[in-house]
């Protein structure tokens, strides 16, 4: 299969664009890792067809991860990415996926008029039943711009008004192709320096470019929210209602739109963290309001599982997190859960729930090694299919200097189904020497 590259092109492009406006003021910090080496895949089409042999390959690859950041008076920007490159050997064809999450805020008046661009790129599987592939890869990207105007009507209320283009697209999947108008408006309230309650108001119109297997409309939010900050925690409620309205067909719908996060730091080393959500989203919503701005550079590439497509949905998410920051040893767990129910079409309607757990010891200050597992149930709940995922990891890192060091890692990944005839399991091994710039 050839591949287009579109969402990955128009997103690289996004990125330099960003990257060299902020640096025509105040110096820019970039972050980067450059690796290059030899994987061996033992089953590189995730195969499950009980009459054939899985291929395995050993072949070269490489690797660019980045973060970038820029924060001054007139220019703030987080921008961080990843593109690997996999020379595949026949019949399969050499790939390069790549992810990127970028925003940029332009100060053009302050404190009454800023511009933001917002980048997102993600790898995301063409068919979410099949395992993941190099033939089942397809890069979406979803390019948010425009204005906020900020009003300051007493010294302890302000107001912001935001408009938004979003652009999102699609390498395969053409349906999940649209254009999209926003305008949100907010009025905020401080009732101390750490509190603060807002009123939240949002329209948005969407039009897809295929009405033929999508249906155009318009979306609106209400809501309040109230924040605190403590000394050692962070508290965030939201509360409100939501409304989809179909331009033809005379179809809506609406539910209650709630979310919750409470962070705690019990000490310098044990942290909490708890996300809570009822609400609807779609694919590009979602990619939108998962970007945290990251501080170290990314040495992965994340393969979704998401259904790319043009369905909104009901979301509920609740996801609890425990982080121990130690000097030698790190360790973290995070349970969830996730229910999705479309508006219009149940054939993807699924309940979720697994556990991620990573940990990593720093042996001697040269030499590091990690360790990471994940397990996922999930029903589709109209298909009557039952999916097991299971992901292990270990990685030893030798670093020979400031700059150069060398590494090993390995990885499995396990999917069981009673959709299958059996169950594809796969392990990777990559040897690699990487460069970093700081």
């Known amino acids: 299969m050839t591949r287009k590259q579109t969402p990955l092109s128009v997103s690289i492009l996004t990125a330099l664009t960003l990257a060299a406006i902020p640096s025509l003021g105040s110096a820019v910090r970039l972050d980067y890792t450059l690796d290059a080496g030899i994987e061996y895949n033992d089953n590189v089409a995730f195969d499950i067809d009980e009459n054939s042999r899985p291929i395995s390959q050993t072949y070269p690859r490489a690797g660019l991860g980045f973060v970038l950041s820029q924060d001054s008076s007139m220019f703030q920007a987080s921008i961080e990415g990843r593109a690997n490159y996999y020379h ?6 050499s790939t390069l996926d790549g992810y990127l999450n970028g925003r940029f805020n332009w100060v053009a008046i302050p404190e009454r008029l800023h511009f933001s661009v917002e980048d997102y790129l993600s790898v995301q599987p063409i068919d979410a039943l099949v395992p993941d592939s190099p033939g089942n890869r397809q890069q979406i990207n979803v390019l948010s711009l425009g204005p ?14 935001d408009v938004r283009y979003i652009n999102t697209d699609a390498e395969e999947n053409q349906e999940f ?37 999508a249906r155009d ?6 809501s309040a929210r109230y924040e605190r900050n403590m000394a ?8 409100g209602y939501s409304q989809l309205e179909y331009r033809e067909g ?21 942290r909490y963290a708890l996300l809570v959500s009822s609400q609807f989203s779609d694919v590009a919503t979602s990619a939108m309001n998962g ?13 979704g599982d998401t259904v790319v497509d043009a369905e909104p949905f009901e979301e509920r998410l609740v996801t609890f997190t425990y982080s121990y920051l130690g000097t030698r040893n790190t360790f973290s767990v995070s349970p969830f859960g996730r229910w999705l129910r479309y ?3 149940d054939v993807y309607d699924r309940d979720g729930s697994g556990v991620r757990v990573g940990y990593e010891r720093m042996i001697r200050p040269s030499l590091r090694l990690d360790a990471s597992a994940s397990y996922e149930k999930v029903e589709y709940v109209t298909l009557g299919r039952d999916d097991k995922i299971r992901e292990y990891g270990v990685g030893l890192q030798k670093d020979w200097s400031r700059h150069w060091s060398s590494r090993l890692d390995w990885r499995r990944h396990e999917r069981s189904s009673n959709f299958f005839a059996r169950d594809p399991k796969q392990n990777i091994i990559y040897l690699s020497v990487a460069y970093r710039n700081r």
């Open 88 to 93: 595949y050997r026949s019949p399969f064809s």
């Open 148 to 161: 906020t105007l900020l009003f300051r009507w007493t010294p302890t209320l302000n107001g912001m008004l």
């Open 177 to 213: 192709n649209s254009d999209r108008y926003s305008a949100g408006l907010r009025a905020i309230k401080e009732l101390s320096p750490n509190q603060r309650v807002s009123l939240n108001a949002q329209g948005q119109r969407i039009d897809f470019d295929n009405d033929l297997v």
């Open 217 to 222: 409309y318009d979306r609106y939010d209400l």
């Open 232 to 239: 050692t925690a962070y508290l965030g409620l939201e509360a």
């Open 250 to 270: 005379n179809q809506s719908s609406s539910a209650p739109l709630l979310r919750g996060e409470l962070r705690w730091n019990q000490d310098q080393r044990s």
């Open 291 to 303: 970007f945290t701005p990251g501080v170290t550079v990314p040495d992965r590439l994340p393969i």
């Open 343 to 345: 508006v219009s079409n």
